[in-house]
């Protein structure tokens, strides 16, 4: 039998679903990645395309080394797939699982193509450790809340771990084939030239990086978590975003480590709670995939959002006049990610201080996020903007100088991507206005943050019909 892997955000061969139930089905077997131009046109992340790059070439360099190309290929999945299958004459064509509205319509599409070819789709979920039919109240319904779900999520884990695959497995030849030109778009893409500020792509460089936090940091990771100046978190998340590394592999070396240290257990334990957070966002979209575009508490959609070219404008560029939300806003369009608190902070101020609504700011962070992921994007702006599943009360609202003081106490996450400020002494930093001689080139706040929150609490009770 043969068969053909479709790489899509899954480029790893370790511990890979899909690829495993390939293994059992075929003996030889080929490689293929599809660049869709309605993916490639439709980010504007210079970081995420590199990281998408270094990962394809790193992936590539591990199967030429076992003597299967990968085939890559601009066009249309649609046509591209039952092509390069019929090509091949292979019998199956493998591919892991993805839930976004486009993905589910053009997998569909593929399948039937190929069926009508008298071929076989064979689909595996893969991208997170439990699939969201899997996790489910008591009364067989998807969870809504996360403490809920995280329960239940560690109960089903409890019972049957899924850990991972213990050793590489691939089916046991290539496809015996010459690419043609066109098969090789890899090797004419030119990566940004720019210096390299993201994290590298690849899977030994995810290892490597996982390693690296276990040992030395996930000890502290409770406290620095929030710290947005201290390197404090895994910064994995591009690497689970392209399924570079495995969800399971980061449970289980997680959960290894903090059996060999216990005094890691409490770090490791609340790492790997967050990684429930990315579950559980995932069955969130895969249950409501109209939660891409529309808020999950149907009691907001009347909320009167305002339009604010200016505030928008103001919020992408870092020049709100709110030192940590212009902080955060910098980091993320110089480096392409943005620390989590942070990332609550700025979502905040954009649709609690500005009125502006959250599919807006959703869609900058995709546009520049290494990491954006439509799910867990989704899930942290609706959180931000109290639209979400578990989301942030909407009367809480955050007050950008007290969390700056409170998160960036000796301001040194804000003077590293706020250089105006550099000078500005600590007791006024979060607050510049105050200061006897405020920056000459530093905004003032855009919006004074006490009528901000007035206005957002009216907005929202107007809303809600209270
Ligand atoms: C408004 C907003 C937008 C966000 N957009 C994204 C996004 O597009 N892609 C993305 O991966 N994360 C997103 N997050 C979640 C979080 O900010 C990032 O996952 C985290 O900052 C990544 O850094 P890390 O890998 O060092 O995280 P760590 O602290 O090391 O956490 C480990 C892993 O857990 C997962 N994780 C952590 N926090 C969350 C969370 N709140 N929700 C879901 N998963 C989480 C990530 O996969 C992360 O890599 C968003 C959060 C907010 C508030």
């Not at 390299?196 to 990086?209: L, N, S, V």
Request: hydrophobic share 40%; proline share 7%.
């Amino acid at each position: 039998m043969r068969g053909l892997h479709w790489f899509r955000n899954d480029l790893r061969l370790r511990d890979h679903g899909a690829i495993l139930a390939l293994a059992d089905r075929v003996d030889e077997w080929a490689a293929l990645f599809v660049f869709d131009p309605k993916l490639l046109d439709e980010t504007l992340s210079r970081n995420r395309d590199r990281f998408l790059i270094e990962s394809l070439a790193s992936l590539a360099e591990e199967l030429e080394s076992r003597g299967v190309p990968l085939l890559t290929v601009r066009g249309v999945p649609e046509e591209v797939v039952p092509r390069i299958a019929e090509r091949l004459r292979v019998d199956v064509v493998s591919s892991s699982e993805a839930d976004t509205p486009y993905a589910r319509r053009r997998d569909e599409a593929v399948r039937s193509r190929l069926e009508s070819d008298g071929r076989e789709m064979l689909a595996v979920r893969d991208h997170t450790v439990f699939g969201p039919e899997e996790i489910l109240t008591k009364k067989g319904t998807a969870h809504s809340i996360y403490s809920p779900y995280r329960r239940a999520w560690w109960a089903a884990w409890a019972a049957a771990p899924r850990w991972p695959a213990p050793r590489l497995r691939l089916p046991e030849r290539a496809i015996p084939y010459e690419r043609s030109a066109s098969e090789d778009s890899l090797s004419t893409l030119d990566l940004p030239t720019s210096a390299r500020i993201g994290p590298t792509g690849g899977e030994t460089a995810a290892r490597r990086r996982l390693s690296r936090f276990l040992e030395s940091r996930v000890g502290r990771y409770e406290t620095d978590r929030d710290v947005p100046a201290v390197d404090g978190t895994a910064r994995l998340s591009a690497h689970l975003r392209f399924g570079v590394i495995s969800a399971r592999k980061c449970f289980a070396v997680g959960l290894e480590h903090a059996e060999e240290h216990p005094e890691d257990r409490p770090g490791v334990e609340k790492w790997l709670d967050e990684l429930v957070w990315r579950e559980f966002y995932a069955a969130v979209l895969a249950n409501r995939p109209e939660v891409t575009t529309q808020n999950f508490r149907s009691e907001y959609d009347d909320l009167a959002w305002r339009r604010d070219p200016e505030g928008f404008e103001a919020w992408c560029r870092g020049r709100t006049g709110y030192p940590i939300v212009d902080a955060g806003m910098r980091q993320l369009v110089e480096t392409g990610w943005m620390h989590n608190r942070v990332r609550m902070i700025v979502a905040s101020f954009l649709t609690k201080d500005l009125l502006i609504d959250w599919r807006r700011g959703a869609r900058f962070f995709m546009d520049h996020l290494v990491d954006g992921d439509p799910a867990s994007n989704n899930g942290g702006w609706q959180w931000a903007a109290s639209t979400g599943t578990d989301p942030q009360p909407y009367f809480r609202i955050f007050n950008p100088s007290k969390q700056g003081e409170r998160w960036d106490p000796d301001g040194d996450y804000v003077r590293r991507f706020v250089p105006e400020l550099a000078d500005v002494e600590t007791r006024y930093l979060h607050s510049p206005w105050l200061a006897p001689t405020p920056p000459a080139d530093y905004p003032a706040p855009i919006v004074a943050h006490d009528e901000a929150r007035k206005r957002a609490l009216d907005v929202y009770r107007a809303a809600r019909g209270s």
